[in-house]
T-cell receptor
Framework: EAEVAQSPRYKITEKSQAVAFWCDPI?????LYWYRQILGQGPELLVQ????????DSQLPKDRFSAERLKGVDSTLKIQPAELGDSAMYLC?????????????FGPGTRLTVL | AQSVTQLGSHVSVSEGALVLLRCNYS??????LFWYVQYPNQGLQLLLK??????LVKGINGFEAEFKKSETSFHLTKPSAHMSDAAEYFC??????????FGTGTQLKVEL
C-alpha cells in the first residue's frame, strides 16, 4: 500500500541550530502539505504545494521557515534558526489534487525537540 | 472563516459501551467534514468524510457520523467500543479550497 514517507522520525536539536525535514508523497499526488502539530492541539497548515508551486503559505513563519518542492515530487521543510517554541510534530500529507473533498494522506511525522 | 469545536478533550468509556465524540463546525460555505484518528507518534488516518451526499456517513472500524446542518454538528459514534479504539480523534472542516482546519482533538480512553 502506498504511503507518505517522512524522515527523520525524531530530531533533537539545540536552539539556533538549523534543521531540515524530508517528505516523499504518494506517487502521483500533485498536492503536498506540511502541517505543524503542537502537543495537545490539532495540526495547523504551514504550507501547501500544487506540483512545485506554493498555493498557501500564509501561516508559515517566513523569517525562519522555508519549504521547497523543486521537481514537484518530494519536499523539504527547513527551520533556521530553531527556537524552543518550534518543538512539535511536523506532518506531511499528500492528495491527488487540491480539492476540498479529496482525502489527504498523512505520513508518520517528524517529532522535533528543541533544547 | 471556518472553525471546529470538539467538546471534551478527554472521553472515557467502558469496553463495549457506546462511543460519542462531539464536533461542531462553523463555515461560511457548505462544508466538507472529516474525522481522523491518530495513534501515539503516528500520522493521521482518515476514518470517514462528509462531502454533501448522504448525511449519515459510515467509516472504517465501525465508526459513523451524522451531518446535521441545523445543529452545525458532525458527531462521531461507534456502538461498541474496543480497546483498540483508544487514540486521539480529530474533527476537521474544509472549505471548497481544500484547506483543512482541525479541532483540538479528543483523547478516547477505553477501560475494561
Amino acid at each position: 500500500e502506498a504511503e507518505v514517507a517522512q524522515s527523520p522520525r525524531y530530531k533533537i536539536t539545540e536552539k539556533s541550530q538549523a534543521v531540515a525535514f524530508w517528505c516523499d508523497p504518494i506517487s502521483g499526488h500533485a498536492t503536498l502539505y506540511w502541517y505543524r502539530q503542537i502537543l495537545g492541539q490539532g495540526p495547523e497548515l504551514l504550507v501547501q504545494f500544487q506540483d512545485e508551486s506554493v498555493v498557501d503559505d500564509s501561516q508559515l513563519p517566513k523569517d525562519r521557515f522555508s519549504a521547497e518542492r523543486l521537481k514537484g515530487v518530494d519536499s523539504t521543510l527547513k527551520i533556521q534558526p530553531a527556537e524552543l517554541g518550534d518543538s512539535a510534530m511536523y506532518l506531511c500529507a499528500s492528495s491527488l489534487q487540491g480539492q476540498g473533498s479529496v482525502e489527504q494522506f498523512f505520513g508518520p511525522g517528524t517529532r522535533l525537540t528543541v533544547l | 472563516a471556518q472553525s471546529v469545536t470538539q467538546l471534551g478533550s478527554h472521553v472515557s468509556v467502558s469496553e463495549g459501551a457506546l462511543v460519542l465524540l462531539r464536533c461542531n463546525y462553523s463555515s461560511s460555505v457548505p462544508p466538507y467534514l472529516f474525522w481522523y484518528v491518530q495513534y501515539p507518534n503516528q500520522g493521521l488516518q482518515l476514518l470517514l468524510k462528509y462531502t454533501s451526499a448522504a448525511t449519515l456517513v459510515k467509516g472504517i472500524n465501525g465508526f459513523e457520523a451524522e451531518f446535521k446542518k441545523s445543529e452545525t454538528s458532525f458527531h462521531l459514534t461507534k456502538p461498541s467500543a474496543h480497546m483498540s479504539d483508544a487514540a486521539e480523534y480529530f474533527c476537521a472542516v474544509s472549505d471548497r479550497g481544500n484547506k483543512l482546519t482541525f479541532g483540538t482533538g479528543t483523547q478516547l480512553k477505553v477501560e475494561l
